[in-house]
T-cell receptor, first 114, second 111 residues
Framework: ETGVTQSPTHLIKTRGQQVTLRCSSQSGHNTVSWYQQALGQGPQFIFQ???????GRGNFPPRFSGLQFPNYSSELNVNALELDDSALYLC?????????????FGPGTRLTVL | KQEVTQIPAALSVPEGENLVLNCSFTDSAIYNLQWFRQDPGKGLTSLLL?????REQTSGRLNASLDKSSGRSTLYIAASQPGDSATYLCAVNQAGTALIFGKGTTLSVSS
């Protein structure tokens, strides 16, 4: 069974640029959630996709957007990057859009904005 | 608004000690609570998930309890080892989608 994978591992961008992060969900999982983790903080929920539809969103501006594909992989897009967007971005997958499912996390993408 | 607090923020113990990590949350209307381990700069590893109807879960040397009415959970680690050194995060699932995390407890186990 393949776990959750994310790419790239590390990324350096400059302020104002755009970035796309990718996530492949664990086999058999149709739900993907994205989180942002600043240094020394717990992860903060960005949004969740269930069967290609957005299924919930946290307190993040519209320049954070996402997609889920028919194979349940997902992308997180961030436009007009700001210095405060520097963080570890984590993707998690689960079996269904139910609150009772365990969420399994990938290794994360470290984004640095200069 | 749900808030999750973990105490202490950091803990140092000698190898072999039994220890307890604490997690509290402000709103008891949760689906479940999950404990994670995070190594520096890495992703999260799920340790235990306790559904709202359950009181505890066990996995090896780990035991997690949940008291929903008082808004508390504890993670008990028996016979700690240096390999247990990491940050431990608890998270509650309230709305069926988002996990709401505490800031974590950073554990250091010395040999």
């Amino acid at each position: 069974e393949t776990g959750v994978t994310q790419s790239p591992t590390h990324l350096i961008k400059t302020r104002g640029q755009q970035v796309t992060l990718r996530c492949s969900s664990q086999s058999g999982h149709n739900t993907v959630s994205w989180y942002q983790q600043a240094l020394g903080q717990g992860p903060q929920f960005i949004f969740q996709y269930y069967r290609e539809e957005e299924n919930g969103r946290g307190n993040f501006p519209p320049r954070f957007s996402g997609l889920q594909f028919p194979n349940y992989s997902s992308e997180l897009n961030v436009n007009a990057l700001e210095l405060d967007d520097s963080a570890l971005y984590l993707c998690a997958s689960s079996e269904g859009g139910r609150g009772t499912d365990t969420q399994y996390f990938g290794p994360g993408t470290r984004l640095t904005v200069l | 608004k749900q808030e999750v607090t973990q105490i202490p923020a950091a803990l140092s113990v000698p190898e072999g000690e039994n220890l307890v990590l604490n997690c509290s949350f402000t709103d008891s209307a949760i689906y479940n609570l999950q404990w994670f381990r995070q190594d520096p700069g890495k992703g999260l590893t799920s340790l235990l998930l306790i559904q709202s109807s359950q009181r505890e879960q066990t996995s090896g040397r780990l035991n997690a309890s949940l008291d929903k009415s008082s808004g508390r959970s504890t993670l008990y680690i028996a016979a700690s080892q240096p390999g247990d050194s990491a940050t431990y995060l608890c998270a509650v699932n309230q709305a069926g989608t988002a996990l709401i995390f505490g800031k974590g407890t950073t554990l250091s186990v010395s040999s």
